[in-house]
């Protein structure tokens, strides 16, 4: 597959591939979700496939509202989609097999702001963030992910953390991220294998300084070469009074203590925040926030301080989100 540009899309805010290659994203200014069949077979600034509209929101939503903090993943072979200017949560079971004709096969609207989402596969949990005008902020908790289905109306428990404004799933723990720096500027950990209701982090990473985590907005964390990488918006070493990294790699991160500090700090290479990260086949994948590149670490269990990107590749302004899956060479 040669190196292809979609530049007819008008404010992409979220990207999902499926196992198979079809492609999913999330479009601003027209509140659609565009798919494309198969990722091998794109061409620059090919129309999608079909779209997905108003008219496949289902009956207890008005629409697939798109806003700055939508999201897509694909969970399982579904489509998970928040909606965030619609406040839903939409799951599309089968992403494989959709069609323009389809509806959501579960609908969870909130009560005030749904605002980001992930599922914990091992537990069977859908997690949904929500916040409201008086400035609560509660991650709902949903059992049984893989079987519901219909109008969800309530949740199965509720924990907490008023300063978090996204939130992820890596391995065993969920991942509170205070991308707005509210308050303690730093990453809320819940562990998954023994979350209770009503219950709080079981601790955080912290600190606008040296003494502690190094952490600066969180916009994504993710698991690679036995460490938790968290990208930071930070001004970076060497234009932060606080000495702050773009990344900061985190040893043992099934047993994170509050307040630790960083084995690997990264800026090598970034001149602009880290917008966001993945993991795929082992590699880790920063996005740098302005310089249009991605950055791959192929070895991040050997990562230093000093480490400079294995691989470099060219990306499209500001990159927002990313996503992307292995797949056999043709």
């Not at 691989?311 to 056999?328: C, E, K, S, Y």
């Amino acid at each position: 597959m040669d190196q292809v540009y979609l530049t007819n899309i008008l404010s992409p805010r979220a990207a999902a591939v499926t196992e198979t290659g079809r492609v999913f994203i999330a479009e601003d200014c027209t509140n659609t979700i565009l798919v494309w069949n198969s990722i091998s077979d794109i061409t620059t600034n090919q129309a999608p496939d079909f779209v997905l509209d108003s008219d496949n929101a289902g009956t207890n939503c008005t629409g697939l509202r798109v806003g700055p903090n939508a999201e897509l993943a694909i969970v399982g072979g579904d489509l998970v989609f928040v909606a965030d200017r619609e406040s839903c949560i939409f799951v599309f079971r089968d992403a494989d097999s959709l069609t323009d004709t389809s509806t959501p096969d579960v609908e969870i609207p909130a009560i005030n702001n749904f605002h980001s989402a992930s599922v914990h596969t091992a537990t069977d949990r859908l997690f949904g963030l929500e916040s409201g005008g008086d400035g609560d902020v509660n991650i709902k908790v949903f059992e049984n992910f893989s079987s519901i289905s219909g109008l969800i109306s309530a949740s199965d428990a509720t924990v907490s953390d008023p300063n978090i404004s996204k939130i992820t799933v890596q391995g065993d723990n969920l991942y509170g991220l205070d991308t707005q720096n509210n308050t303690h500027n730093g990453v809320s950990v819940f562990d998954l294998t023994s979350l209770s209701n009503a219950q709080f982090p079981d601790t955080y990473l912290f600190g606008d300084n040296e003494l502690f985590s190094q952490i600066d907005q969180p916009f994504s964390v993710a698991l690679a070469g036995e460490k938790l990488f968290v990208g930071n918006k930070s001004s970076g070493v060497d234009g932060d009074v606080y000495n702050r990294p773009y990344v900061t790699g985190f040893s043992n991160p099934t047993a994170l203590t509050e307040g630790q500090k960083p084995s690997v700090t990264l800026s090598q290479g970034l001149t602009a925040g880290a917008r966001g990260m993945l993991t795929i086949n082992g590699s880790l994948i920063v996005a740098n926030l302005s310089d249009s590149v991605l950055n791959i670490y192929t070895n991040p269990a050997a990562v230093t301080s000093a480490s400079s990107p294995d691989i470099v590749l060219f990306a499209p302004n500001d990159p927002a989100d990313m996503a992307g899956t292995v797949r056999q060479a043709d």
